[in-house]
């Protein structure tokens, strides 16, 4: 078959899988004549992202017995749809293939490493993502994404020590410069752990950290939890300046003030949603809904 039929063919698959016409899609796929490595990948991916992550396995499972050799963006797909199923077991499988066969030892990249620490992140298995990440160190140069992992796992493990040691190790033995999302996952754990000061200071050492609203909802909201009345005034200012008409955020500190006997701060603090006009209804739906941190 000429190299433009098996494009014309593939080009069609990927047009019907873009538009989740995965039925028309595995018809084209089952009429082809020749499915190369791209075709049985696009078929995979089409599954996963529509949610169908058995058919993806069962897919990437007969694309292996007709000897079809996967590459980078395969195992990229079918070890998403571990991760969303999740089948914890059938991703530690696909780990010790493409670990365990030299021919895709060059598949072992940073892209799909990630994929993997992600994937034992949404299955709950933290030690095995940050085991894999201390595997991969000495090969494998992780990015921002791979961080993203390893810190969403000692978040989800509680580990605050090894949490630090892995945002430090970014600029330090990386040369990665840790973003906004970084520094926020160690802010929740702090403010689960209740060592709010220090998250507080994270969040003057992040860049455009002061600026940013979610990271001082954050800590506000671990304040409420933990019961911290200095560090929610402070959360709650920094809030009130970025965005003065919101009116959840006075509601949440005159809830704080009211819980710890504060009546005379939480009457003031009503006395400032009025002064601002916040209007009534938006007053009771900051009240009656949940509370974004």
Not at 169 to 195: A, C, F, T
Request: overall charge neutral; hydrophobic content about 45%; proline content about 3%.
């Amino acid at each position: 078959m000429h190299g433009t039929d098996v494009f014309s063919w593939t080009s069609m698959l990927v047009a019907y899988i873009r538009a989740s016409r995965l039925a028309d899609a595995c018809a084209l796929f089952d009429s082809m004549p020749f499915r190369n490595v791209v075709a049985w990948t696009a078929l995979i991916t089409g599954f996963a992202q529509n949610g169908e992550g058995e058919k993806a396995l069962c897919v990437f499972k007969e694309m292996v017995e007709e000897g079809i050799v996967p590459n980078a963006s395969t195992y990229v797909s079918v070890l998403g749809a571990c991760a969303d199923i999740p089948l914890i077991e059938k991703g530690k499988q696909l780990h010790g293939h493409i670990f365990g066969y030299t021919r895709l030892i060059d598949l072992y990249n940073v892209i799909v490493v990630n994929v993997l620490i992600d994937m034992y992140c949404k299955c709950g298995d933290m030690i095995s993502a940050m085991t894999l990440f201390e595997r991969i160190e000495a090969g494998t140069k992780p990015n921002h994404v791979t961080f993203l992992g390893v810190l969403s796992a000692c978040s989800h493990c509680g580990l605050l020590s090894e949490g630090f040691h892995y945002l430090h190790s970014m600029r330090r033995e990386y040369s990665i410069v840790p973003q906004l999302d970084h520094y926020g996952i160690l802010i929740d754990l702090l403010g689960r752990k209740n060592v709010l000061r220090e998250a507080a200071e994270l969040i003057k050492g992040a860049p455009w950290g002061t600026k940013n609203i979610g990271m001082w909802g954050a800590l506000l909201g671990a304040c409420r939890v933990h019961g911290n009345l200095e560090l929610a005034k402070r959360a709650a200012e920094a809030l009130f300046e970025l965005e003065p008409d919101n009116a959840a955020r006075y509601i949440m500190l005159s809830n704080i003030y009211t819980a710890a006997g504060r009546w005379n701060d939480a009457r003031r603090l009503r006395r400032l949603l009025y002064l601002h006009s916040f209007s009534e209804a938006q007053t009771q739906s900051a009240q009656s809904s949940p509370q974004q941190y």
